[in-house]
């Protein structure tokens, strides 16, 4: 009996994952980006903890590989997209866009896209178990939510700042696809020597949190790809 019910406790951790995406996406239908940003997080908590309960239970199972990738399309694909569609709806556009204006926000589900196929690659790919090939998509959502939450009055102040965010989920959908490898955070113990990149990461990580506050979560994924790009030179 106790069996049983240890080897659906990771699951139902991703179900958590998958029901913080669902409020998430109706936050960010209402412009709630704040709010929708909170339950990003809260996906990314459930997200890292059910990995760990898998292992640590040892109940890992075809399955919840499956609901996994299912729950995280749609808290960190499909809530960063209809955040931003939901922005470039608010947004002014530029005169000579007033033709068009109505179909570019359509351009945001092209995050929801290339997640998926971040999420499918990831599935399929050896090289990913101790590490990362391309931006992770909680990373990703993280970013867009937080960016969104803290400076939307910034970005829809003036019609210009379209073109930037069309260029940013552009460069965002390619990071999550290219072969580009990121370091991950697991550790496999404290040592210094053989967690450096870690730990350098975490205690800038954690001063731009405490320097810039909801904009810092954006900032630390700006870190992390910046930090990913300088220790691959160095290999």
Partial sequence: ???????????????????????????????????????????????????????????????????????????????????????????PYPDFLSGISIFVPYVAFLIAVFSALRLAKFNVDERQTSSFVGLPTPAN?????????SEHGYITSSPTHVFFLIIMILLFSWLMIAEIPMFSLKFKNLSWKDNKISFIFLIIAALLLVFLGISGFSAVIAWYILLSLLTRKKK
């Avoid at 990738?69 to 709806?89: R, W």
């Avoid at 959502?141 to 939450?149: D, K, N, Q, S, Y």
């Fill in 1 to 91: 009996m106790a069996n049983a019910i240890t080897r659906h406790i990771p699951n139902t951790v991703t179900c958590l994952n998958l029901f913080s995406g669902c409020i998430a996406s109706v936050m960010a239908f209402e412009a709630q980006y704040e709010w929708a940003l909170v339950f990003i997080i809260f996906s990314a908590i459930f997200d890292f903890f059910d990995g760990m309960l898998a292992r640590v239970l040892k109940a890992p199972s075809l399955i919840g590989k499956e609901l996994d990738s299912l729950a995280d399309d749609i808290s960190f694909g499909l809530v960063p997209a209809l955040m931003l569609f939901s922005l470039l709806k608010e947004m």
């Fill in 141 to 149: 959502a993280l970013f867009w939510g937080a960016l969104i939450a």
